[in-house]
């Protein structure tokens, strides 16, 4: 008897509200609701719209979560609503807000059921822990990696309703590099965080590989608060100046109230300039309210290049007769590998891959040569010396990735040399170039493509000879391998082990070599 009472003492009291809702909001009246009263409001709200012909609009979700506990964070970031029903255990959660009148509790079975009808007050002001993890959100974040640190834990708390999961580590050099291995399979940030002092200067070695490997990483670095520096606070170090050399920005939030603005501004330069942001944050700033807006991400789009460059690019690869492509990280980032497939067929140019980037170009094209440099192909190093014209393809043209190897002096010192990199830096930086395209690897080998098909292909008379010695230098190099594998010798030589590995599952073995080898 008394829950039937119970559940009649609802539907009036939800009967007041909706009317009291659809005064103020006109013909539709938007319904946030969670839990178990999703059902009940399924069958409740047609019958309101049959009564009243104001149409309802049920809202069982948002990017913050759906449950209960996520109601009072959607209220303080300014969520709109007409009529709000929810679980009694968010009731005092929702009142602090200061966004609803009235609110009244009714007591269903074992259940608290609250109900508010929007204020037209202002947006009140959020916290700036609040808009540092809305800023995660609008960026896309759904990972990071760290160890769990004071300087950062109250804004931690936030994650999980915000729909971000925490990777916690044994070392803050693991977290930095999972961030960065996450980036470059993922094409996101990889997102990093750790307690102020020694728990961030364990990330410099990680972040240092990322910034060579151009991953979009963001740093989170918690910092000692302002006002006492230099007093030898908990853990204080100035961190700045450590990653000074090995990120594309760095910032510090000295103002909670740009705490939105320069998370927003880590994020979409880390993105934009390719490579590692810092995002120090003293630890008192977590803290305090303001008027935060959050921005959402923007796409910086990337062209081909100039249109002078891209002439002058397709000019000289026309009158080459041995062109060899070298395609670098720049065709992975940019997605680019069908537009190398399509100009290397076009022009029957071989393609060797740069030091560590394999996948730039499929190795089961007919026209792939393996990599150069450090551990490469003797293919691809033989072919590259006999170039007229070398087209680096998204390479910087690294030291490292054109050293000689296996005794071969193999980078052809007469060869004219086009570089495509995003970076305009990076052009001519190590090895001199005829011309420098500055532009997305993909969209200039598709435009230098484009102009080609009006120009005439020199290499075009000479592809059957150029395709036979790449046969060659391939079956060379790969009778080399086998006799260098050859060993018959217990235990195992590791050069046996893994051709045999090779040979049995060759699209399943990678190994990767280290530059302390």
């Known amino acids: 008897m008394r829950k039937s009472s119970t559940l009649s003492s609802l539907i ?21 609701t969670s839990g178990g009263f999703t059902a ?39 969520e709109t609503f007409d009529l709000l029903i929810f679980n009694g255990s968010a009731f005092d959660g929702v009142a602090a807000t200061g966004r609803i009148r009235p609110a009244s509790r009714v007591e269903l079975a074992r259940s608290i059921v609250g109900m508010a009808v929007r204020t037209n007050a202002p947006k009140p002001d959020i916290s700036s822990m609040e808009a540092f993890v809305e800023t995660l959100v609008a960026h896309g974040v759904t990972d990071v990696f760290g160890i769990v640190g004071s300087a950062y834990m109250d804004a931690l708390d936030i994650f999980e309703p915000a729909g971000i999961r925490f990777y916690s580590v044994a070392h803050e050099q693991a977290a930095a ?52 520096e230099r007093l030898g606070r908990f853990q204080e170090t100035d961190q700045m100046p450590i990653f000074e050399k090995i990120t594309k920005y760095q910032v510090e939030v000295k103002s909670h109230a740009r705490m939105a603005e320069l998370t927003h501004r880590a994020f979409t330069l880390a993105m934009a300039e390719n490579g590692p942001t810092q995002l120090n944050i003293p630890r008192d700033q977590f803290y305090g309210e303001a008027d935060h807006q959050i ?33 670098g990280g720049g065709v992975v980032m940019a997605q680019g590998q069908n537009e190398a497939v399509a100009l290397a067929e076009y022009l029957g140019a071989p393609v060797a891959c740069s030091y560590l980037h394999n996948d730039a170009f499929p190795a089961d094209h007919e ?7 450090y551990q490469g192909h003797k293919t691809a190093m033989n072919l590259i010396s006999q170039a007229d014209v070398v087209l680096a393809l998204g390479s910087r043209l690294g030291p490292f990735g054109t050293l000689p190897q296996h005794g071969l002096e ?23 170039v ?12 598709q435009e230098i493509l484009d102009r080609l098909k009006n120009l005439e292909v020199s290499a075009h008379t000479t592809r059957d000879s150029r395709l036979a010695e790449l046969d060659n230098q391939r079956e060379s190099w790969e009778n080399e391998l086998t006799e260098w594998s050859s060993s018959n010798t217990s235990p195992v030589a590791p050069r046996r082990a893994l051709r045999e590995l090779e040979l049995a599952m060759p699209c399943l073995l990678y190994t990767s070599p280290s530059p302390r080898d």
Do not use: K
């Not at 005064?23 to 946030?32: E, L, Y």
């Not at 005829?434 to 532009?439: A, D, I, W, Y």
């Open 177 to 228: 590099h999972m961030a960065d291995g996450y980036s470059r399979v993922s094409g996101r940030h990889g997102v990093c965080i750790a307690q102020n002092g020694p728990g961030v200067t364990n990330f410099v070695t990680a972040i240092a590989a990322a910034y060579w490997a151009h991953s979009p990483v963001v740093c989170i670095t918690p910092q000692a608060g302002i006002g006492g």
């Open 367 to 373: 026209l792939w040569a393996g990599p150069i440099g």
């Open 40 to 78: 009940a409001f399924d069958i409740l709200g047609p019958i309101f719209e049959q009564a009243t012909g104001i149409e309802v609009v049920t809202d069982y979700g948002s990017s913050m979560g759906g449950g209960p506990e996520s109601i009072p964070l959607r209220l303080q970031r300014g």
């Open 12 to 32: 009036v009291l939800l009967a007041i509200a909706f009317q009291s809702a659809a005064q103020d909001s006109g013909p539709q009246v938007r319904v946030i």
């Open 410 to 432: 193999y980078w052809p010192e007469s060869a004219r040399i086009v570089q495509v990199d995003i970076d305009h830096r990076a052009l001519g930086l190590v090895r001199a």
């Open 295 to 327: 921005i959402p991400p923007r796409h910086i789009e990337r062209s081909a290049g100039g249109p002078e460059s891209l002439d002058a690019a397709a000019t000289l690869l026309a009158g080459a007769r041995f062109p060899v492509i070298l395609a």
């Open 434 to 445: 005829e011309v420098g395209v500055c532009g997305d690897a993909g969209a200039a080998a």
